[in-house]
T-cell receptor, first 112, second 111 residues
């Protein structure tokens, strides 16, 4: 069974904190993605990575950074959390360029 | 960014009715995918369409990719309560590995 695991289902952080969201896949996939999902706005791509140590900005990268030191792990970093970053964060991976994306269960982050 | 517009945004129907969900863009996509998401879970792939004009069937679900590869539709025949969920279309733009999603159609099938 393919598996994408996000480190937390629910997270509450304070404004200004540095926040790390971790994602691990066990499928040896090349590509990994971070999305946020908000009501009425759908899934919006924050960053994606098509190889280890390679990353590309998505549609809404401001306020975020990512790290991919190992193929199986893709981390999303909120440098200084703000209330407008309260959202559902979804990690996904895919085998190659245009293949099916497998999603984790999501992390619901609340910034207070 | 290549945009995908989905319609309708919300759909509430009685069990047994048919429905169609649309996914449109002004851009050409190399492929389009349809996902279904249930509350508290990540999206799960239903189908990928690649060739213009392609039609794929998955039990009571029929997916079509437009001839120009700019649009797609999902048709559900005789909807059942188990079809309830958020339906998302997603696509890779020409020459891009960026997977872009539409905003989704939230379907409720009432018994």
């Amino acid at each position: 069974d393919v598996k994408v695991t996000q480190s937390s289902r629910y997270l509450v952080k304070r404004t200004g904190e540095k926040v790390f969201l971790e994602c691990v896949q066990d499928m040896d996939h090349e590509n990994m993605f971070w999305y946020r999902q908000d009501p009425g706005l759908g899934l919006r791509l924050i960053y994606f990575s098509y190889d280890v140590k390679m990353k590309e900005k998505g549609d809404i990268p401001e306020g975020y950074s990512v790290s991919r030191e190992k193929k199986e792990r893709f981390s999303l970093i909120l440098e200084s959390a703000s209330t407008n970053q309260t959202s559902m964060y979804l990690c996904a991976s895919s085998l190659w360029g245009f293949a099916e994306a497998f999603f984790g269960q999501g992390t619901r982050l609340t910034v207070v | 960014t290549q945009l995908l517009e989905q319609s309708p945004q919300f759909l509430s129907i009685q069990e047994g009715e048919n429905l169609t969900v649309y996914c449109n863009s002004s851009s050409v996509f190399s492929s389009l995918q349809w996902y279904r998401q249930e509350p508290g879970e990540g999206p799960v792939l239903l189908v990928t369409v690649v060739t213009g004009g392609e039609v794929k069937k998955l039990k009571r679900l029929t997916f079509q990719f437009g001839d120009a590869r700019k649009d797609s539709s999902l048709h559900i025949t005789a909807a059942q309560p188990g079809d309830t969920g958020l339906y998302l279309c997603a696509g890779f733009g020409a020459g891009s590995y960026q997977l872009t999603f539409g905003k989704g159609t939230k379907l409720s099938v009432i018994p």
